[in-house]
């Protein structure tokens, strides 16, 4: 079964969530915003962290990628529609109260489709524009796990008046990509509590009473 761990840190009140293998003892850490000590605590005492894996590239989301790359090593994927917002990371953060931050150096792609592997768990990459031009959900079927960053929220969606944001994309996308993935697929979003597909299908106020 797959590890999840969750540390909800800086002052967005961001989840930052802990992936791993108890078995091999890999882990992934999903959307970093900060606070960088307790984040390194999720992965205590049986984890190690070897990838940092981000939704999208707002500040609250990365803000803490370059801090635990360089204490951990891991490597950083993103999708590439969401690269301006890591090149402006340091002068976002700072206008947001961060602090001094560098930009952390991208290892590689998120793109659709593409595979994520925390030790022997397999994960899928789902590209879900709208809250951001790169915004991407994380997809792990055996365990029937779904990270939606700032997607889809318990009775919510994510905002779609951020640059490169697009409500109608946004509703497509939790609608054609996410709601097919079964009633009974739990999610784990960048804000607030966890929640089951099924129930945002039916009463979600944004999206909710949609077909399959």
């Known amino acids: ?6 540390a909800v840190v800086g002052p967005f009140a961001e989840n930052t969530w802990l992936v791993g293998d108890g078995e091999t003892g890999d882990a992934a850490v999903i959307d970093p915003g900060g606070e960088t000590a307790r ?11 070897g990838q940092v894996l981000a939704t999208h590239g707002h500040v609250d989301h990365i803000v803490g990628v370059d801090e635990l790359r360089r204490r951990t090593g891991a490597t950083f994927r993103i999708h590439p529609g969401d690269a301006p917002f890591v090149r402006a990371l340091p002068s976002q953060a700072a206008g947001m ?18 595979v994520v592997r925390v030790g022997g ?8 524009p709208g809250h951001s031009p790169g915004s991407v959900c994380l997809w792990f079927p055996a365990d029937k796990a779904l990270f939606t960053g700032d997607t889809l929220f318990v009775g919510s969606v994510g905002r779609s008046d951020f640059p490169g944001g697009n ?31 099924g129930e945002e299908r039916r009463s979600n106020p944004f999206v909710g009473g949609a077909e399959l």
Do not use: C, N, Y
């Open 97 to 114: 109260g961060f602090g001094e931050v560098r930009t952390p150096e991208v290892s590689g792609p998120l793109a659709d489709g593409d």
């Open 39 to 49: 984040v390194l605590g999720l992965a205590q005492p049986d984890l190690r962290i």
């Open 1 to 6: 079964m797959l590890t999840i761990r969750q």
């Open 121 to 128: 768990h397999e994960g899928m990459v789902i590209h879900t």
């Open 167 to 197: 409500s109608a994309e946004l509703v497509r996308s939790i609608r054609e990509k996410l709601f097919p993935l079964g009633d009974d697929v739990r999610f784990f979003p960048g804000h607030g509590p966890a929640g089951t597909i």
